[in-house]
């Protein structure tokens, strides 16, 4: 390889990919290697299977109380082999079309395992026996799952990425963590018609969000029988045959299956970065500065080895900047892009409820300069008794802001809440005050309606909110 591109990418995944096609797009000669499949763990192993397996279970759920709204239906039970299939169809659909726009850009894919190489030539990647130089390399290789040194064995012990492919329904499983990626599954597995605990270490679910929707999101899964041990911590898992036991402090949970998810550590293994310059902290995420930039001159990071919110949509915010960054060093783009900030990206639980945040919570905000807070409780929109029928507890939203200021924080949990996360972030982003936002027209009936109700009562005109 005697050509020098401007950018080298090791990781085809969201970060990875991001950064490739901005670059690309503007003007950039672009060299992404990847050992496995454009997309990465989002696409194949995650994001997207996840979210088709509870849109899958989901279904399932709403057939099996369709008589609450005088619908008779009869449920016949659930072909994995075929929810499978749908998961595949979208993963494979959506490949094919990345695969065709990271071709039509241009960029030079390489297959192959990298290693970072730094000396006084600069930086470079060394892929299969040769040596890929390039000006700048962005290093966005992603985490794989933590199991805590547990035997998983992809059959009784697993990973999210094992559970994905089981090929028949266990009856029964355990849950070992109460992050986003357990409750999903508890969720989905829950609505798939399995018994299933979860089990937890801090007092709650979802310890970065906010307390009192999570403590909505927590009445609801015990409320459709999925059981909760939080605050406990699992002193053993053990396989036993075709059963796995979960020893608690006081007591031992037999179950199918157990699913280790605990969470992702940064994917660093092998990549030579000790050897290269590149400073780790204590967890293995890549130390960079506010423009990602990592100890090794021209050497960058992205994504889910940096530490933050381990979520694709922040991979392609970062691979956004890093793109329009170097292209402004190199004098391809004119102006200096701002970074991304955490405390800008939303973040969602795609469980039933689910529960969607961008920005402070009350707590966060109480601690840095005060707040102001305005709830609207669910009970109060027709679109959302309509999506929970039956349940007496639909759900919430939740606006904080700084005090006679702006927004500060979007909270939501509730049925189908996700996509008014959106409308959340760009209050969040652009600091608007509810006074900025009060005159917008929500339509009727829908779930917009409670982000505006809740606007209006700190704007100091609520229609639909006693006062």
């Known amino acids: 390889m005697t050509q020098v591109p401007d950018l080298a990418i090791l990781g085809g ?11 690309a797009q503007l003007g950039l000669d672009v060299t992404l290697v990847e050992e496995d499949e454009l997309g990465g763990t989002c696409l194949h192993r995650g994001c997207v299977p996840t979210k088709a397996w509870l849109q899958a279970a989901k279904t399932r759920a709403t057939v099996a109380k369709a008589d609450r709204l005088g619908i008779g239906a009869i449920l016949t039970g659930v072909d994995l082999a ?38 006084s030539g600069g930086p470079g990647l060394a892929v299969g026996g040769e040596l890929l130089r390039a000006r700048n390399v962005v290093l966005a290789t992603g985490a794989v799952p933590i199991t805590l040194g547990l035997p998983t ?17 266990p009856e029964r499983a355990v849950i070992l963590g109460g992050g986003v990626i357990g409750v999903e599954f508890a969720s989905l597995w829950r609505d798939l018609g399995m018994d299933v605990t979860l089990v937890e270490a801090a007092p709650h679910l979802l310890p970065a969000e906010d307390a009192d929707l999570v403590a909505v999101l927590e009445r609801r899964l015990r409320s459709r029988g999925v059981g909760l041990r939080l605050g406990t911590q699992a002193e053993g898992l053990v396989r036993d045959g075709g059963e796995v ?16 998810a605990v969470g992702r550590r940064p994917l660093t293994d092998g990549l030579g970065l000790e050897d290269a310059g590149v400073q780790t902290t204590s967890t293995g995420h890549v130390k960079v500065t506010r423009e990602l930039a990592t100890t090794a001159a021209g050497v960058f990071a992205a994504g889910d080895l940096i530490a933050g919110p381990q979520l694709a949509h922040r991979g392609y915010a970062h691979g956004l900047f890093l793109a329009e960054h170097l292209a402004h060093l190199a004098g391809r783009h004119p102006s200096r892009p701002r ?40 009970r ?35 049925d189908d809440v996700a996509e008014l996360i959106a409308e959340g972030s760009l209050m969040v982003g652009w600091q608007a005050t509810p006074d900025d936002v009060k005159e917008l027209i929500h339509p009727h009936p829908t779930l917009s309606e409670a982000l505006g109700e809740a606007n209006l009562a700190l704007a100091g005109s609520p229609l639909h909110m006693h006062t």
């Open 245 to 260: 036991h979960l020893s608690l402090p006081e007591e031992t949970l037999t179950a199918d299956v157990a699913l280790i």
């Open 13 to 23: 995944g969201s970060a990875g990919y991001a950064t490739a096609l901005r670059a």
């Open 339 to 378: 970074p991304p900030q955490d405390s800008d990206i939303p973040r969602i639980t795609y469980s039933a409820p689910q529960l969607a945040s961008v920005g402070l919570t009350r707590e966060q905000a109480a601690a840095t300069g005060g707040c102001e807070v305005s709830d609207f409780d669910l």
């Open 82 to 119: 075929k929810v499978r299939g749908f998961a595949d169809s979208l993963v494979s659909g959506l490949h094919r079309g990345l695969t065709g726009l990271i071709r039509s850009r241009g960029i030079q894919v390489v297959r192959g395992r990298g290693r970072l190489m730094v000396d």
């Open 380 to 414: 109060g929109n027709a679109r959302a008794l309509m999506l929970a029928a039956g349940d007496r507890d639909p759900g919430l939203v939740r606006v904080v802001r700084r005090p006679g200021g702006a927004v500060a924080g979007i909270h939501v949990v509730g």
């Open 153 to 169: 064995d992809g059959e009784r012990i697993l990973t999210s990425e094992h559970a994905l492919r089981l090929e028949r329904l």
